[in-house]
């Protein structure tokens, strides 16, 4: 089993690896083109605060069920992306640079409950999730770089057990 | 009322939602990109420390995109903290501050407690399985499951992606272990 995880991917957040929403062709952008994610994250990191969703308070909150704030935020993002998921889908809406817009298909493995379970632990230990960590370090909680540094310490030591934890 | 006053009086939820929601779209069709930001922990793994481990084996410039995106939400943090910043304290519920006085925390005018998370507190005990564990398992337990809030709960679910609901209902799940069963333990010390 450990042989063949090393070479299947569990991680469907990397287009790059998933062989069916990538072709080597279609992606030749000038690099520049790259500062619109930066725009998009700006929004992004904006949006996350000004929403509070990246106060610990507000997380404390929702795992206590003291608030609908947070719920109604995750809740209606989920509405209007799946709404835009099912119409470019519904009307084969192309990506500006003309590519069909492809969405992988995910295959369950014992990853999702053991893992999401262990984030559930650091989601309500640290208040945030990835995003919220980076907003927060913006928005001068200095002390943040410590969680951020502690999180890439996580993801670099799954990387190098991987292939003994049960998926 | 100003516009800017608007703006920066806390956002309910039902505007700020949808905007997160709309990130979803916006990714998709600028740049046929799915939304998740937890993999770029993974890209700083593989650009900076790969060190031989397979799982960082890869073109991570094919994935560079993701790192402008989270570097742009750090500078969304640093605009907002400098024109658009609110400086009344977050309003919760008066059950969360009667809890959390009991632990000493009662300082409500940053995104995250001082009294918990601080320089100073990095050599107490309790600051530091916060901040050390704590993000130590956001780390670890993101790419264990293959995303986070954002790759699995709302990029996910809008696929309509049964391994993404499973994951959501596990991150809540262990949410709530955390913070109604272990929290108490840890904030004790």
Redesign the interface.
């Given at each position: 089993m450990n042989e063949s995880l090393?070479n299947t991917n569990?991680?469907?957040?990397?287009?790059?690896?998933d062989a069916m929403?990538f072709s080597e062709e279609?992606?030749k952008t000038p690099s520049w083109?790259?500062?619109?994610?930066?725009?998009?994250?700006?929004?992004?990191?904006?949006?996350?605060?000004?929403?509070?969703?990246?106060?610990?308070?507000?997380?404390?909150?929702?795992?206590?069920l003291?608030?609908?704030?947070?719920f109604?935020?995750?809740?209606?993002?989920?509405?209007?992306?799946?709404l835009?998921?099912f119409?470019?889908k519904k009307f084969n809406?192309k990506?500006?640079?003309g590519?069909d817009?492809?969405?992988?298909?995910?295959?369950?493995?014992k990853?999702?409950?053991?893992?999401?379970?262990?984030?559930?632990?650091?989601?309500?230990?640290?208040?945030?999730?990835?995003?919220p960590?980076?907003?927060?370090?913006?928005?001068?909680?200095?002390?943040?770089l410590?969680?951020?540094?502690?999180?890439?310490?996580?993801?670099?030591?799954?990387?190098?057990l991987?292939?003994k934890?049960p998926h | 009322m100003h516009l800017i006053e608007l703006i920066t009086q806390p956002w309910p939820w039902y505007i700020a939602g949808p905007l997160i929601g709309l990130m979803v779209p916006l990714l998709l069709i600028f740049g046929n990109k799915t939304f998740g930001i937890s993999s770029s922990l993974r890209h700083i793994c593989a650009s900076c420390v790969p060190a031989k481990i397979p799982f960082f084996q890869y073109n991570w410039r094919k994935e560079i995109w993701n790192l402008f995106f989270v570097f742009g939400v750090f500078i969304g943090g640093i605009i907002t903290l400098f024109y658009l910043k609110d400086n009344s304290a977050v309003v919760v519920n008066p059950k969360l501050v009667a809890e959390l006085s009991q632990y000493g925390i009662t300082d409500y005018s940053g995104l995250i407690p001082n009294d918990l998370f601080s320089w100073a507190s990095l050599s107490t005990p309790r600051g530091m399985i916060m901040m050390l564990f704590g993000g130590f398992l956001v780390g670890f337990g993101t790419r264990y499951a293959g995303g986070c809030t954002s790759g699995h709960a709302i990029m996910g679910l809008s696929m309509l992606q049964f391994p993404s609901l499973v994951a959501t209902i596990c991150f809540m799940v262990g949410g709530f272990i955390m913070a109604n069963l272990i929290l108490p333990f840890i904030l004790s010390i």
């Open positions: 090393k569990t991680d469907f957040e990397m287009r790059s690896l929403c279609q992606v083109h790259n500062l619109k994610y930066l725009l998009f994250g700006i929004l992004f990191g904006i949006i996350l605060i000004k929403a509070e969703v990246v106060s610990w308070f507000r997380i404390q909150e929702m795992f206590r003291q608030s609908f704030h947070m109604g935020v995750i809740g209606s993002a989920v509405a209007v992306g799946a835009s998921v119409l470019i809406i990506s500006i640079y590519e817009i492809k969405f992988p298909v995910k295959s369950m493995n990853g999702q409950i053991i893992g999401g379970l262990l984030f559930g632990f650091g989601w309500a230990m640290t208040g945030a999730c990835p995003g960590l980076y907003a927060q370090l913006g928005y001068g909680a200095t002390v943040t410590v969680t951020i540094f502690m999180a890439i310490v996580g993801t670099w030591v799954y990387g190098l991987r292939e934890l | -």
